[in-house]
Every structure is written in C-alpha cells, then in structure tokens.
Nanobody
Framework: QIQLVESGGGLVQAGGSLRLSCAAS????????MGWFRQPPGKEREFVAN????????ICADSMKGRFTISRDSVKNTVYLQMNSLKPEDTAVYYC?????????????????????WGQGTQVTVSS
C-alpha cells in the first residue's frame, strides 16, 4: 500500500505560481510512475503530467506544456508540480497518483485507470 499526501494548494492571482508537493510513504518501491491529475468544478478528472521514478522521464498534457513542470526527489519520495503563469481555468482540485508494477511499455500512463493509489487532493484556486 502506498500513501500519498498532497500539499501546496491555495489561492493565487492569475499569472502567479504555485508548487504542489506529493509525499509518498509505505510501499513506495512498488510504484514505477507518479502522476498529477486535476478535477475542475463540475468536470471530469483530467491528466496533468507524469514522471517515472527510475529515470525521471516526464509527460505533460499539451495544454499545460511550458507552464507546468513535474519533478521528483527520490531521496524524499516526493513528487512536485511547479505551476507558472496560472490562469483562472487552472482552478481545480489537484490529485497525486501512483502506478504500481508491472510497467506496461505500451501505456502512456495518462488515464486515471492506469493509477492504483490516490491522494486526497489539494485545492488550487486562481482568481482573475
């Protein structure tokens, strides 16, 4: 079992920045990829970015490329999401997720069904 705890959300003005953190504990070795998703009010949960623990390779959703960056600290078992140039439409609950082994090379790991463990979420609100 992997436990995930997000932090760093809050209220920010448009154009501002936030850095979200996701601290993993428990059987962290059982996960190969970590992901960030978000769920805007009244909408489906959507993919933001993911990162592999092994080599740090990342995938970011096209709509967030250039503004959002995912990174990890393997020593601290923590994954980060740096969000810059925030817009009101970035307002959402942001969730951290972990995908357990085995790893399937044909998957992009950008679907909620690819991930097994989830955090409780952290609210990000961007005011105009």
């Amino acid at each position: 079992q992997i436990q995930l705890v997000e932090s760093g959300g809050g209220l920010v003005q448009a154009g501002g920045s936030l850095r979200l953190s996701c601290a993993a504990s428990g059987r962290t070795f059982s996960a190969h990829t970590m992901g960030w998703f978000r769920q805007p009010p009244g909408k489906e949960r959507e993919f933001v970015a993911n990162i592999k623990w092994s080599d740090g390779s990342t995938i970011c959703a096209d709509s967030m490329k250039g503004r959002f960056t995912i990174s990890r600290d393997s020593v601290k078992n923590t994954v980060y999401l740096q969000m810059n140039s925030l817009k009101p439409e970035d307002t959402a609950v942001y969730y951290c997720a972990a995908a357990r082994w085995p790893y399937f090379s044909g998957r992009y790991y950008h679907s909620t069904s690819d991930f097994d463990s989830w955090g409780q979420g952290t609210q990000v609100t961007v005011s105009s």
